[in-house]
C-alpha cells in the first residue's frame, strides 16, 4: 500500500444534476464534488497532497515547497495541508506581489505562507533556486512539483475512478478541467486498473490539446510504473478538448461566466472563474451541439477552485453590473 495522510473528507458525495439536464435538455448530468473534499475549501489538489505530504513526512523533511499562479487552489491547499501536518510552507508564486491580496491569495497569506514572487523571472528557475536555498539554510525543505502533478500525486486519481465507480458503475462520460495534468493521467490509469468502461474527458484550461495529450499520456506511464502496472500509454488514448481556451488562463468570459450562473441558479452549485467554469462552459457546449446522446450519463468532476470567486480580479463581472 502507498502510504498517506489522510485528511481529505472521503468519499466525495456524487449527486444528480436534475434540473441542469431539464434546463440543458440533454444527457442524465452528475457531478463529483472534488470542492469538498474538506481541507481549506477542498479541491483536487487535497487528494494528491495525502500520499505526497506522506512522503515529505517519511523523508524527514520540515518545509514544503510549490509554485503556482497568483490564485492558485494547488498552493492554497498545501499551506493548509502543511500546516495541519506540522510542516512550513514556501510558495513560489508566479509575477509581482499585488497591493492588496484577495481570493485564494489573501487564504495563504492568512495560512502564514512565504511567499516569494518570481517577477519576470522563470517559475522553474525560481522554484529551483528557492529549494536550493531552503536545502544550505537547514530548512529540510520538499519539493512538490507545479499542480502537485508527479506519479505520486497522480496516483491518488486513480484511486479516485475507484471511488466513483464504487459509488455509480454506470457512468459513460467523466468531464473535467485539465491543466498540470496530474488529475486526468490518475483517472485514465486508475480507468484501467478498476475497469471503468466510460471515457475520460479532459477539458484543457491553458494548453493546446497535443501539448496536454502528450503530458498526461507520459504522465499516465509513469504513475503507471509508480504503481506496479505494466501499462503504456499513448498520446492517441488522451481525450482532451482544447476549443475552450477563450481568453487565455484566469481570463473569465462570456462562456465561463454563463456555466457559473447556470450551476448556480439551477444546481445552486459554485463553479469557479478559472478552472471548473471554463470546463463547465466547454461540456455545456459540447451538450448543446449534440456531441453526447440523450441516453448517456455524463459525470461533471467539480475540482473546487471556488475560493477564487472572491479575487478582485472577478469582482465587477460576478457582481453583475452593480455598479452600472
Ligand atoms: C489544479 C486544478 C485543476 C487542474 O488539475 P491538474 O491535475 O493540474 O490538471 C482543475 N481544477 C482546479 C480547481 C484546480 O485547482
Redesign the pocket.
Known amino acids: 500500500m502507498l502510504s498517506k495522510i489522510s485528511f481529505a473528507h472521503l468519499p466525495t458525495p456524487v449527486e444528480n444534476l436534475t434540473r441542469l439536464t431539464q434546463v440543458l435538455k440533454g444527457p442524465h448530468l452528475l457531478v463529483k464534488r472534488d ?1 469538498q473534499t474538506g481541507m481549506a475549501f477542498g ?3 487535497t487528494r ?1 497532497l495525502e500520499y505526497l505530504l506522506a512522503d515529505a513526512q517519511e523523508r524527514g523533511a520540515e518545509t514544503l515547497i510549490t509554485a ?1 499562479a497568483v490564485q ?3 498552493c492554497r ?1 498545501t499551506t493548509a495541508a502543511a500546516n495541519k501536518a506540522g510542516f512550513n510552507s514556501i510558495l513560489v508564486l508566479v509575477g509581482e506581489r499585488p497591493a492588496a491580496p484577495s481570493g485564494n491569495l489573501l487564504l495563504n497569506q492568512f495560512l502564514g505562507a512565504e511567499i516569494v514572487w518570481t517577477g519576470t523571472e522563470d517559475r522553474d528557475l525560481v522554484l529551483n533556486q528557492t529549494y536550493e536555498k531552503a536545502l544550505n539554510e537547514g530548512l529540510k525543505p520538499y519539493l512538490i512539483p ?4 508527479n506519479a505520486r ?2 496516483s491518488a ?1 486513480a484511486f479516485a475512478m475507484q471511488e466513483m465507480i464504487d459509488q455509480d458503475n454506470n457512468v459513460d462520460w467523466v468531464v ?11 483517472m485514465v490509469v486508475g480507468a484501467e486498473m478498476f475497469g471503468y468502461q466510460g471515457k475520460v474527458l ?1 477539458i484543457s ?1 491553458d494548453e493546446p490539446s497535443l501539448v496536454l495529450k502528450e503530458r ?1 499520456a507520459a504522465l499516465a506511464e509513469e504513475t503507471a510504473q509508480f504503481l506496479g502496472i505494466d501499462r503504456s500509454f499513448t498520446k492517441d488514448q488522451i481525450l482532451v478538448n482544447d476549443s475552450y481556451l477563450g481568453g487565455g488562463y484566469g481570463i473569465m468570459g462570456e462562456p465561463e461566466l454563463e456555466a457559473l450562473q447556470l450551476f448556480a441558479r439551477y444546481e445552486g452549485l459554485f463553479l ?1 472563474p ?3 467554469g471554463r ?1 463547465a462552459a466547454g461540456m455545456i457546449d459540447l451538450i448543446r451541439k449534440g456531441f453526447f446522446s440523450a441516453q448517456e450519463r455524463v459525470l461533471f468532476w ?5 475560493p ?1 470567486l472572491f479575487a478582485n480580479a472577478y469582482e465587477s463581472q460576478l457582481s453583475l453590473g452593480w455598479k452600472d
Not at 176 to 186: E, I, L, V
Not at 302 to 306: A, D, L, M, R, S
Open positions: 470542492d479541491g483536487n489538489k494528491k503556482g492558485s487552489n494547488h491547499q507545479y499542480g502537485g502533478s500525486g497522480a486519481y473535467f478541467p485539465s491543466s498540470s495534468g496530474g488529475t486526468q493521467a490518475g479532459g484550461i498526461v469557479d478559472v478552472y471548473t470546463a467539480h475540482t473546487g477552485g471556488t477564487a
